[in-house]
């Protein structure tokens, strides 16, 4: 019997690197041994994201996503728990784009990683990332399984009338135009800690996850599968994002084009980098926004403005999606830590049975817990993610799994 239970997560955005060392066996299923991250990862020499992460071991900034993944490798092995340990059973990678073709965690080849390539142009910001951090983990450890874990995986399950755009299908079915959703790894795990926190199956709740990072995005989840989710065809749909304008008239871009003469490049920079809070007041750190706002700065007020009025929507066209909503979970970053944007983005729903307890919501912490009215017909939740954790359960049930048919097969 194999002694190898641990499994290294790397989890590379955008603009950082996180990693996290899990031991999988043992009296308590998952405990974290290692853990931190690269950020501001300076990729083209434009304003990076700023305030990325708050974990252990940071690190100041870094070149790039290789150089970010070696300083991780280093970093590990300096305490004795590098990639060459025969302990590690796996690396798992979150992989943002999967694309119509990856619905479940996947056993890394070459093959993978050149379909993971096709998809790039749909994930320009993410998918690079990715495939570098899978390249330096199999250059370093060519013997190891790596596992691919896909943000898409959890939404593939929409049903069409959601999936679908009302664009021309022959053109839409040849390009793959049709909605993905990422986040689904957080997604997945919020909904069924959710469910868990108000004493329910996953297959009975009917859960809204706000997902408020850098990135952010909403999901509808019905007994504990994806009916809907606001990220699109690319992570740039939907909610106000720290640097993404989020939903917008598709005309804008052909405005763009026409009267002020932009490139196709200028324009998706313009809407993926230099738009969302940091377009409409100069900061995409809602940290930073909170102390500005209260400053009385006028723009930094607007941002959040918009930013609240565009979550509030999509929470009232989920409780329509989903008809009865048991839990509303608000996890990441911004929905984690931000009082204000939870209590201004349900302020006025009391009609739809959603609440929130200004008390229980001023309270700090790591755990999950609710923020409604012990009465209140809809609970509302804080449910912190864990993308790394969800990551490294589904590697290893996959090499475990595999490494017993290849034995018993
Ligand atoms: N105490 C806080 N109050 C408000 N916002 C916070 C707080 N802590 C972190 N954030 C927000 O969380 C964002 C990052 O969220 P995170 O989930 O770590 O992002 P990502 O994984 O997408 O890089 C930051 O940009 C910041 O705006
Ligand atoms: C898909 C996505 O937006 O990811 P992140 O929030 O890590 O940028
Ligand atoms: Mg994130």
Known sequence: MSTASRVLVLNSGSSSVKYQLLEMAGPSPTTTLDGGAARRIDTDGSRTASGIVERIGESDGVADHAAALRQVAEELAARGLGLDSPQLAAVGHRVVHGG????????????????????????????????????????????????????????????????????????????????????GTSHAYVSRAAAALVGKEPAEANVIVLHLGNGASAS??????????????????????????????PAVVFHLARVAGMATEDI????????????????????EIGRRMAEGDEAAQLAFDVYVHRLRKYVGAYCAVLGRVDVIAFTAGVGENSAAVREAALRGLEPLGIEIDAVRNAVRGSAARLVSPPAGRVAVAVVPTDEEMEIARQAYSLVRTSSHSVREG
């Open 100 to 183: 119509t073709r990856f619905t479940e965690p996947t056993l890394i080849t070459d093959e993978v990683v050149a379909e993971i390539e096709k998809l790039v142009p749909l994930a320009p910001l993410h998918n690079p990332a990715n495939i570098t951090g899978i390249k330096v983990a199999r250059a370093l450890r060519p013997d190891l399984p790596q596992v691919a874990v896909f943000d898409t995986a959890f939404h593939s399950t929409m049903p069409e009338a959601a999936a679908r755009y009302a664009v021309d299908v022959a053109t839409a079915d040849r390009y793959g135009i049709r909605r993905y959703g990422f986040h």
């Open 268 to 287: 998706d920079g313009l809407l993926n980098k230099r738009s969302g809070l940091l377009g409409l007041c100069g900061d995409n750190d809602m940290r």
């Open 220 to 249: 509808a989840v019905r007994g504990g599968v994806c009916v809907d989710t606001s990220m699109g065809l690319t992570p740039l749909e939907g909610l106000v994002m720290g640097t993404r304008s989020g939903d917008l008239d």
